[in-house]
């Protein structure tokens, strides 16, 4: 789960990563009125949506009047900005950050992230601050810094300082870069976070270290344990297909293909997608249903998948070890009775009791096309889904 950057710098600051005074705001004068009460003459206005690369695309805006703020508000609130991380679709501005500008000296990135293959919380620092990770790593490979923490002990102050001193950080300032550095990590294992990101650490003119834009991502699977951070979830970030799966508890991400899955198991889903794309399809979501496909889950999940408008087939795959293929079959027939499902259907069952819910499906008269294994059923949705756009075709053609 994401949260916004005002979330992830209150976080942060708890932990004793510096940052600057702050406020926010849910309109253009509210904003300026929060400049006023901060002080100063230069103030920072920053767009509050779930994606960075907000800078490039003019969701940050330096300010030195209350004109400017209200004019850079006025550019913001209601629009969708889009950057490089939100998509073509873009992300709405419903909350701007107003901060007192901060004079910089130099930039710095620093990110923590779970390595896989080293197991273990991998801190990623360069001294290209400014730039995205990708143009670094692409563009000034050598600069980056990379040092994993052994999770026994934590990040230990000596491994900290050796990080500043490979950034370049002058003598003077190393213990600062070291109190933001275990303030990250503390803050990442304590609350189950898979990344922080700091991009720009910055070092002022007056000799300090301060983070001036940061990033936090949680772990789902741990949200229970952190009732504060999930109170945090702002929906109006999330991708409408995938905040109404999670209210429903189905795992559920939106993919930009026209045929819908219906699967039980996450990996069972994956061998899904990557069969319907061997055949020449591509599929509308990833949908894992869990393992007790029950009549009521089968129903949710057809109306989940048909809420997208870009679904025009329906590729159900269910493998029954504990579960029953008749009782999914059942569940199936009864999903769509109940849900208005206008494209094909291709269904594929497997395992305990497969026969008899077979048998269910072609007693229940309704057109699904029945396929034997997963490639057949890849294929015979990928035909449907052509069919059905010749059909399109031709119905737009006639008209
Ligand atoms: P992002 O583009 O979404 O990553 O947003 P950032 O918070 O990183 O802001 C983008 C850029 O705006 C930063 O890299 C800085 O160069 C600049 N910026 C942000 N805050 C300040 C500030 O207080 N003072 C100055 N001088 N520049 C700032
Ligand atoms: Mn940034």
Redesign the pocket.
Known sequence: MDVH?YQAKEILSGFGVEV?PGALAYSPEQAAYRARELGGDKW?V?AQVHA?????AG??K?CDSDHAIQEACESMFGRKLVTHQTGPEGKGIYRVYV?A????ER?FYLGLVMDRSSQRVMIVASAEG?MEIEEISAEKPDSIVRSTVEPAVGLQDFQAREIAFELGIEPGLVSQVVRTLQGCYRAFSELDATMVEI??LVVTGDDRVIA??AKMTFDYNALFRHPQISELRDKSQEDPRESRAADRGLSYVGLDGNIGCIVNGAGLAMATMDTIMLAGGAPANFLDIGGGATPERVAKAFRLVMSDKNVQAVLVNIFAGINRCDWVAEGLVQALNEVQVDVPVIARLAGTNVEEGQRILSKSGLPIIRAGTLMEAAERAVVAWQNDLTQATRMRAVK
């Open positions: 950057e600057p920072v920053k960075g690369g907000r800078g490039k969701g940050v330096l901060e500008a901060v004079p910089i930039e400014g991009n720009p001036l834009d």
